[in-house]
């Protein structure tokens, strides 16, 4: 490798270590202090004022907001959200886990990025367009419908119903899910199996004493980024949900751009979604570092 | 699950189930082109086959412009991450000091807050700063997320990396900033890419954040077209859909096509 | 970040602070279909100025997002009568100078003196209408009369009716079903007509002011809540479709255009509405979207299908039981929307 010698013959002054470190830093720095760290502090001041809208005077004055979470309907709200996210989880779990074992082990070898990148592919499409498409899918005389009474089959009523969000929601979380188990499962020691398999296991054996504890971390990566995913979900209730499936993200949505406007409890929501997100990785992490140890 | 065989003919049952996830994962895709090539658009029927919702598309003025506006900030807040969530990977790899924990920690909090919270506290605090909202909020408020990402992708492959490579420039006679940029750059650069591809597609396909934070006439795609959805769909959107189905396939092939060849390269 | 009990004021609208837009374009906030391609050109074509229309769906939805922060996008607003008044209560509106306005003497008598806007300080009425039950008929072989038809007929329209997603207009039109007046300010009465629609939530397929047209035309449902230039709208395509001013009574709404003082391009907006204002425009404007000009001078110019269509312009008789929605309290305004809340959310 050949030296290039600097033009300049004097010795040049060596940057200082904290120089360096600030000039690297401090970008990213200022534009994440700037745009989350401060207005995450904001929320949290407007969360302790009740009842303000545009225009009003803000006097942090007390939990209010929070109590307010605690009556039935707002709690409603809030497991119904938990109830979407860890259904879609579960779904998308029971669907990506075989999807991902048979590209990660069972494919083709020269085919097998292209296989992944074949199905995550959808993804770049825009997730409005693709929850549209579900409408015209899933709707009284949409694509489905038809489908089912030219085969001479009753109707399905799926669209502005439950299982209409269940459907959206997996559908836009599932390659996630793929992408992370896939990672796992490509690390996955096949002699493992093999010596499972010499050592006189099943199939179903192998798979719950081999395959999953090895491929637990990439299981609760890929439930957690589901969930998490699925807990902040605006676009597929509110699209494709109905009257009965108002949820965190559509309840905040209509404190500050719908017809309730309370900033305060919009504010206090998200505080609240902030929070339940963060113990759910704090936990985890702790789960994970247990897991991790035990080995 | 048995360990692979050699028997060409056994199909498992996972790659049956792999097909029909496949055809989940495409069937809105193929129902949208079969609405942008069917003459009567909302009908599930078949009414002969027409391109007249991509000459309608074409000439869709507000699309086309909610479009290049969703570009324009998809490239200029992943253009500003690439740079400064590199940077900010390569300083929290290498150094170490006090308060480092709590930087970390806000450095992942886009990746984990949900979007509808990023984007309320965004809008609050534009409203308390009394900046007005436009274009460039929308950019400003991307550019956070973005560059969590593309910090995230890096770190992952800066952790891989041979720490030595620069201290050798370095005993070399490269400053800092050649060793930076000569020796460091090239190899985190795959890293760089997929996450800066990544922070793209999440960045066109943002709605909550852009809808609180633009203004002054901007409108991004996914916002334009969810209050179409919202009011009264016009037929061309499954045009719009295939077109970005087919960009996005290329790009992606094309993409691979770079990867693939330079691990060829690397390998040899 | 101290938490400082030296309030600072949330989101105020800057009215004192105007940013000048580009000369050539104007910024129009409205509902769905009032503003189209053809009028857009035929602006343009008169005074070479670009028009960009953005849509909402509801007037508590147009000011929460005038409020934070799209307040410096819009030069022209289209806000329904009664919530003209709350926004001149909060200064948002900038005063019209009449003397830059040609043609606001061909307005009905009743609009230049509407109770909320008397003498057109504010604002230029652009439509009004009714609120109604949109129907297929051949579906339903017993037509509906009044709002509590979806009650009575509650298992056939199950699953195949909407309501619109305005807070004031729905809960209104439960509260004239029990008899009561669309503004009652009675906690009583509100907690009634809460629960009425509660009876009926497990029926209703969404709430949608405007979504119900493509629904109801693909067939995927047998009754709307809709107002009543949407419903000519629809008819238009398919005949088979009708409406109907419930008995029991309902709204009459009118829309206005307004100038917020945030305006970044006021001259714009004065030559829009001029614009509007023209006999021909207006005319020509109810002959392709079909919502009900309350300009006499343009009245005069439609062909006679449209002068006697009931649907548009209902005679006195039919009138008879109409309300317009009126601004209410702060205190009942929380009320209705906490109802309103609490029955979106179970």
Same mark, same amino acid.
């Given at each position: 490798?050949?030296?290039?010698?600097?033009?300049?013959?004097?010795?040049?002054?060596?940057?200082?270590?904290?120089?360096?470190?600030?000039?690297?830093?401090?970008?990213?720095?200022?534009?994440?202090?700037?745009?989350?760290?401060?207005?995450?502090?904001?929320?949290?001041?407007?969360?302790?004022?009740?009842?303000?809208?545009?225009?009003?005077?803000?006097?942090?004055?007390?939990?209010?907001?929070?109590?307010?979470?605690?009556?039935?309907?707002?709690?409603?709200?809030?497991?119904?959200?938990?109830?979407?996210?860890?259904?879609?989880?579960?779904?998308?779990?029971?669907?990506?886990?075989?999807?991902?074992?048979?590209?990660?082990?069972?494919?083709?070898?020269?085919?097998?990025?292209?296989?992944?990148?074949?199905?995550?592919?959808?993804?770049?499409?825009?997730?409005?367009?693709?929850?549209?498409?579900?409408?015209?899918?899933?709707?009284?005389?949409?694509?489905?419908?038809?489908?089912?009474?030219?085969?001479?089959?009753?109707?399905?009523?799926?669209?502005?119903?439950?299982?209409?969000?269940?459907?959206?929601?997996?559908?836009?979380?599932?390659?996630?899910?793929?992408?992370?188990?896939?990672?796992?499962?490509?690390?996955?020691?096949?002699?493992?199996?093999?010596?499972?398999?010499?050592?006189?296991?099943?199939?179903?054996?192998?798979?719950?004493?081999?395959?999953?504890?090895?491929?637990?971390?990439?299981?609760?990566?890929?439930?957690?980024?589901?969930?998490?995913?699925?807990?902040?979900?605006?676009?597929?209730?509110?699209?494709?949900?109905?009257?009965?499936?108002?949820?965190?993200?559509?309840?905040?949505?209509?404190?500050?751009?719908?017809?309730?406007?309370?900033?305060?409890?919009?504010?206090?929501?998200?505080?609240?979604?902030?929070?339940?997100?963060?113990?759910?990785?704090?936990?985890?992490?702790?789960?994970?570092?247990?897991?991790?140890?035990?080995? | 699950?048995?360990?692979?065989?050699?028997?060409?003919?056994?199909?498992?049952?996972?790659?049956?189930?792999?097909?029909?996830?496949?055809?989940?994962?495409?069937?809105?895709?193929?129902?949208?082109?079969?609405?942008?090539?069917?003459?009567?658009?909302?009908?599930?029927?078949?009414?002969?086959?027409?391109?007249?919702?991509?000459?309608?598309?074409?000439?869709?003025?507000?699309?086309?412009?909610?479009?290049?506006?969703?570009?324009?900030?998809?490239?200029?807040?992943?253009?500003?991450?690439?740079?400064?969530?590199?940077?900010?990977?390569?300083?929290?790899?290498?150094?170490?000091?006090?308060?480092?924990?709590?930087?970390?920690?806000?450095?992942?909090?886009?990746?984990?807050?949900?979007?509808?919270?990023?984007?309320?506290?965004?809008?609050?605090?534009?409203?308390?700063?009394?900046?007005?909202?436009?274009?460039?909020?929308?950019?400003?408020?991307?550019?956070?997320?973005?560059?969590?990402?593309?910090?995230?992708?890096?770190?992952?492959?800066?952790?891989?990396?041979?720490?030595?490579?620069?201290?050798?420039?370095?005993?070399?006679?490269?400053?800092?900033?050649?060793?930076?940029?000569?020796?460091?750059?090239?190899?985190?650069?795959?890293?760089?890419?997929?996450?800066?591809?990544?922070?793209?597609?999440?960045?066109?396909?943002?709605?909550?954040?852009?809808?609180?934070?633009?203004?002054?006439?901007?409108?991004?795609?996914?916002?334009?077209?969810?209050?179409?959805?919202?009011?009264?769909?016009?037929?061309?959107?499954?045009?719009?859909?295939?077109?970005?189905?087919?960009?996005?396939?290329?790009?992606?092939?094309?993409?691979?096509?770079?990867?693939?060849?330079?691990?060829?390269?690397?390998?040899? | 970040?101290?938490?400082?009990?030296?309030?600072?004021?949330?989101?105020?609208?800057?009215?004192?602070?105007?940013?000048?837009?580009?000369?050539?374009?104007?910024?129009?906030?409205?509902?769905?279909?009032?503003?189209?391609?053809?009028?857009?050109?035929?602006?343009?074509?008169?005074?070479?100025?670009?028009?960009?229309?953005?849509?909402?769906?509801?007037?508590?939805?147009?000011?929460?997002?005038?409020?934070?922060?799209?307040?410096?996008?819009?030069?022209?607003?289209?806000?329904?009568?009664?919530?003209?008044?709350?926004?001149?209560?909060?200064?948002?509106?900038?005063?019209?100078?009449?003397?830059?306005?040609?043609?606001?003497?061909?307005?009905?008598?009743?609009?230049?003196?509407?109770?909320?806007?008397?003498?057109?300080?504010?604002?230029?009425?652009?439509?009004?209408?009714?609120?109604?039950? #949109?129907?297929?008929?051949?579906?339903?072989?017993?037509?509906?009369?009044?709002?509590?038809?979806?009650?009575?007929?509650?298992?056939?329209?199950?699953?195949?009716?909407?309501?619109?997603?305005?807070?004031?207009?729905?809960?209104?039109?439960?509260?004239?079903?029990?008899?009561?007046?669309?503004?009652?300010?009675?906690?009583?009465? #509100?907690?009634?007509?809460?629960?009425?629609?509660?009876?009926?939530?497990?029926?209703?397929?969404?709430?949608?002011?405007?979504?119900?047209?493509?629904?109801?035309?693909?067939?995927?449902?047998?009754?709307?809540?809709?107002?009543?230039?949407?419903?000519?709208?629809?008819?238009?395509?398919?005949?088979?479709?009708?409406?109907?001013?419930?008995?029991?009574?309902?709204?009459?709404?009118?829309?206005?255009?307004?100038?917020?003082?945030?305006?970044?391009?006021?001259?714009?907006?004065?030559?829009?509405?001029?614009?509007?204002?023209?006999?021909?425009?207006?005319?020509?404007?109810?002959?392709?979207?079909?919502?009900?000009?309350?300009?006499?001078?343009?009245?005069?110019?439609?062909?006679?299908?449209?002068?006697?269509?009931?649907?548009?312009?209902?005679?006195?008789?039919?009138?008879?039981?109409?309300?317009?929605?009126?601004?209410?309290?702060?205190?009942?305004?929380?009320?209705?929307?906490?109802?309103?809340?609490?029955?979106?959310?179970?």
């Amino acid at each position: 490798m050949s030296t290039k010698v600097p033009s300049e013959s004097r010795p040049i002054a060596p940057t200082p270590q904290w120089l360096q470190a600030l000039l690297l830093l401090a970008p990213a720095g200022v534009w994440l202090a700037l745009l989350l760290v401060i207005p995450t502090l904001l929320i949290f001041e407007l969360s302790l004022v009740p009842n303000i809208k545009p225009g009003d005077l803000v006097n942090p004055s007390g939990l209010g907001n929070y109590w307010r979470i605690f009556q039935s309907d707002v709690l409603n709200v809030i497991g119904r959200s938990l109830l979407f996210a860890t259904g879609t989880t579960l779904l998308c779990l029971l669907m990506g886990f075989p999807v991902a074992y048979w590209i990660a082990l069972l494919s083709p070898k020269r085919w097998r990025n292209l296989l992944l990148l074949a199905f995550v592919l959808p993804l770049w499409t825009s997730s409005l367009l693709r929850s549209y498409a579900w409408i015209s899918i899933l709707r009284p005389t949409g694509v489905l419908n038809t489908l089912l009474t030219s085969l001479g089959l009753p109707t399905l009523d799926l669209l502005n119903r439950s299982p209409a969000v269940f459907i959206g929601m997996t559908y836009s979380l599932l390659p996630y899910m793929v992408l992370i188990l896939y990672a796992s499962l490509e690390k996955l020691d096949r002699r493992f199996l093999e010596a499972a398999a010499d050592l006189g296991a099943t199939p179903p054996q192998a798979f719950w004493k081999v395959t999953v504890p090895q491929t637990l971390p990439g299981i609760a990566a890929g439930s957690l980024l589901v969930f998490i995913t699925g807990l902040g979900d605006f676009i597929n209730p509110e699209l494709l949900g109905g009257t009965s499936s108002m949820t965190a993200a559509r309840l905040i949505y209509n404190q500050f751009l719908g017809a309730t406007q309370n900033w305060g409890f919009g504010s206090a929501l998200s505080m609240v979604l902030i929070l339940a997100v963060s113990l759910a990785i704090a936990l985890l992490i702790k789960y994970g570092d247990k897991n991790a140890s035990s080995l | 699950m048995q360990a692979p065989s050699k028997s060409p003919l056994r199909i498992s049952w996972q790659a049956l189930f792999s097909v029909l996830m496949f055809g989940f994962m495409y069937l809105p895709i193929l129902v949208l082109g079969f609405y942008s090539f069917n003459q009567s658009p909302n009908s599930a029927q078949w009414g002969g086959f027409t391109l007249s919702w991509y000459v309608k598309f074409f000439n869709d003025s507000r699309i086309l412009s909610a479009l290049s506006d969703s570009l324009t900030v998809a490239f200029c807040a992943v253009g500003i991450s690439a740079i400064i969530g590199t940077l900010m990977a390569v300083g929290l790899a290498r150094y170490r000091f006090p308060g480092k924990q709590l930087y970390q920690g806000a450095s992942y909090l886009p990746l984990i807050i949900p979007d509808i919270a990023i984007a309320v506290s965004t809008l609050v605090f534009l409203a308390v700063i009394a900046v007005p909202l436009s274009l460039w909020t929308i950019v400003a408020a991307h550019t956070v997320f973005c560059l969590s990402y593309v910090a995230f992708v890096v770190s992952t492959r800066l952790v891989n990396l041979n720490p030595h490579l620069e201290e050798a420039a370095q005993d070399l006679g490269a400053t800092p900033y050649q060793s930076l940029v000569r020796v460091l750059l090239p190899e985190l650069m795959p890293a760089i890419v997929s996450g800066c591809l990544l922070a793209f597609v999440l960045s066109m396909d943002d709605f909550l954040i852009a809808s609180f934070t633009a203004g002054g006439g901007a409108t991004t795609l996914p916002m334009e077209i969810f209050s179409r959805i919202r009011t009264s769909v016009k037929p061309d959107i499954n045009a719009l859909s295939v077109v970005l189905m087919v960009a996005s396939g290329a790009v992606a092939l094309i993409a691979e096509t770079i990867r693939y060849r330079s691990e060829k390269k690397r390998l040899q | 970040m101290a938490l400082s009990s030296c309030g600072w004021t949330l989101a105020k609208v800057q009215t004192d602070q105007v940013r000048q837009g580009a000369s050539d374009e104007l910024h129009v906030y409205t509902w769905s279909n009032y503003v189209d391609q053809e009028l857009i050109d035929a602006f343009r074509s008169q005074t070479g100025i670009k028009v960009i229309s953005d849509v909402f769906d509801s007037n508590e939805t147009m000011l929460a997002t005038f409020q934070a922060g799209k307040a410096r996008t819009y030069s022209i607003i289209y806000p329904s009568d009664y919530k003209v008044s709350q926004m001149v209560k909060l200064g948002y509106l900038s005063e019209l100078d009449h003397s830059r306005l040609d043609g606001l003497q061909n307005i009905l008598p009743r609009f230049q003196k509407s109770v909320h806007d008397s003498g057109n300080r504010f604002s230029v009425p652009v439509s009004w209408g009714t609120t109604g039950l #949109i129907y297929n008929s051949e579906k339903l072989t017993e037509p509906p009369t009044d709002w509590n038809y979806l009650w009575t007929h509650k298992d056939k329209l199950t699953r195949r009716l909407t309501l619109m997603d305005d807070v004031r207009e729905v809960m209104g039109a439960v509260l004239r079903s029990l008899g009561y007046s669309y503004n009652s300010t009675d906690p009583q009465q #509100i907690k009634q007509a809460y629960e009425k629609l509660q009876e009926l939530k497990p029926a209703i397929t969404t709430f949608t002011t405007d979504a119900w047209r493509d629904q109801l035309l693909a067939g995927d449902l047998s009754i709307a809540m809709g107002y009543s230039a949407d419903a000519v709208n629809v008819i238009n395509q398919n005949p088979k479709l009708k409406y109907v001013i419930p008995t029991s009574g309902t709204s009459l709404w009118s829309d206005t255009m307004v100038i917020p003082k945030t305006a970044p391009n006021p001259d714009a907006a004065y030559a829009w509405l001029s614009f509007m204002l023209q006999p021909e425009v207006a005319a020509r404007v109810t002959e392709r979207l079909f919502f009900a000009t309350p300009n006499q001078a343009a009245f005069n110019q439609l062909p006679d299908t449209l002068k006697n269509n009931v649907t548009l312009f209902p005679p006195q008789n039919l009138l008879d039981k109409v309300e317009t929605v009126a601004p209410l309290d702060k205190s009942i305004l929380e009320l209705y929307e906490k109802y309103w809340t609490k029955l979106t959310s179970s």
